[in-house]
């Protein structure tokens, strides 16, 4: 009898063993609860960027919703019960997600696994946040249920791996990053892994400076590094004898086949937001179903550089300079600094014709030409709007200095001024003789 006995405590004794004490907030409800109550902890829920570790420095205004599906139960997982976790209105980087735990009456260890939907999961029709690779690994709980004292009560450890669920190791204090769901929000030119690569990784370079080209088209700064090189940036240069410094219009259309839920910032020495979609004063138009659009235009002097901060991966993007720029130079616009030139476009996605210095008539002068690309796919989404004024072989005989004298004629004013000077001469000495 006493062998059995001890074999009996052998046993109890070892089950209290294989339940974790942990060192955890107040809220975590590891030192053992009341079975009979429903209690609630927190895990974390954060948005980094595509290293899985550095926080972002902005959040998408989404909803996301959570599935609990107990695994393990000492009766049918299915009767057992049920684990909830509240829906996340995000409203920050970093959240806190609810999760309740039922009440008990029935001893022994419950196994749940907590699983995150995307908006595109829980909503079937909707389309998710741009930009947003979601997590797609899971949560796991445990909850131990057994007497102590007396007293039926509830003991909860948490994991990101099911194999460890109720193991020694978990010992951490901070059991809200045991099971922590980390979305990767990829802006400003990080590399979205399921969007198509580039056709080309540059179709547009900035072409290489020429001896004997006294103004070069210059590149973005800092643009010889990857990650800047994949910033959504716009640059102007205003080149040639006759260019201006003043401020050109340009026109940039944004195109997104899924919302973006926060807002894009830029400045050209005044701040333009481009307010998420859903907000009360969205510059966004269109549904889930048609994708959307949302339109800025720019002033940009010669040299300055408009950087947009916070564009989603997916993104695409137009960048025209606006037509009354553009043009033949002529008589009637050799003075006028705001328009007679011709443009060119580099970086960006998308192959572009741009004209030449000998044929700029041929391209209209880039009148209909624009940049494109994709932010998060495309490498170089620095683009460069050159506009030169003067800088075309036909331009060359408007640009020479204007001597009064049209040197193909200037043999026969010549020969013209002799014919006068000799009638001059023969009036005069024959006023002469008749004087005398």
Not at 212 to 240: C, L, N, T, W, Y
Not at 358 to 379: C, E, H, I, N, W
Request: charged content about 25%; overall charge negative; glycine content about 8%.
């Amino acid at each position: 009898m006493k062998k059995k006995l001890s074999l009996i405590l052998a046993v109890v004794l070892s089950f209290c063993m294989s339940i974790p004490v942990l060192a955890a907030p107040t809220n975590y409800p590891t030192d053992g609860s009341d079975a009979g109550r429903t209690s609630e902890f927190v895990i974390e829920k954060k948005y980094v960027k595509n290293d899985g570790t550095t926080s972002v420095d902005r959040f998408p205004d989404e909803i996301l919703k959570f599935t609990t599906t107990c695994t393990a139960a000492p009766m049918d997982p299915a009767t057992a019960p049920a684990l909830s976790v509240a829906d996340l209105q995000v409203t920050n980087v970093t959240n806190n997600i609810t999760v309740t735990v039922p009440a008990y009456t029935v001893p022994g260890k419950y196994n749940y696994e907590i699983k995150e939907l995307s908006p595109a999961e829980y909503a079937p029709g909707s389309k998710d946040t741009a930009g947003v690779v979601y997590d797609k690994a899971s949560g796991f709980i445990q909850v131990v249920v057994k007497y102590d004292g007396g007293s039926l009560k509830k003991y909860v450890t948490v994991a990101a791996n099911g194999d460890f669920v109720g193991a020694e190791t978990d010992t951490s204090n901070d059991a809200t990053k045991k099971a922590d769901f980390k979305n990767k929000y990829l802006l400003d030119g990080e590399v979205d892994p399921d969007l198509p690569g580039p056709q080309e990784p540059d179709p547009n370079p900035v072409p290489t400076p020429q001896p004997e080209d006294p103004d070069p088209v210059k590149p973005v700064p800092d643009s010889e590094k990857p990650v800047e090189k994949a910033k959504f940036k716009i640059m102007k240069q205003a080149r040639g004898p006759l260019a201006g410094k003043e401020q050109f219009e340009v026109h940039v259309t944004l195109q997104s086949e899924k919302p973006v839920r926060s807002d894009i910032i830029c400045n050209d020495g005044e701040e333009h937001v481009i307010s998420k979609v859903g907000s009360a004063n969205s510059s966004w138009t269109g549904t889930d179903a048609t994708g959307y659009t949302a339109a800025v235009t720019l002033q940009i002097k010669d040299d300055e550089v408009v950087e947009f901060k916070g564009i989603p991966a997916g993104v695409k993007y137009k960048v025209q300079e606006d037509p009354k720029h553009i043009g033949q130079l002529t008589e009637s616009n050799i003075n006028d600094t705001t328009t007679g030139y011709t443009v060119a476009y580099y970086g960006g996605g998308t192959k572009v014709e741009n004209p030449t210095v000998d044929k700029p008539a041929d391209k209209d002068y880039g009148r209909t030409l624009f940049a494109s690309g994709t932010v998060g796919s495309d490498t170089n989404n620095n683009i460069v709007i050159s506009n030169s004024k003067g800088a075309n072989i036909e331009d060359s005989d408007m640009v020479k200095p204007n001597t009064g004298i049209n040197l193909e004629t200037l043999p026969y004013v010549v020969i013209l001024g002799l014919v006068i000077i000799g009638a001059g001469m023969m009036f005069v000495k024959s006023r002469r003789r008749r004087e005398e």
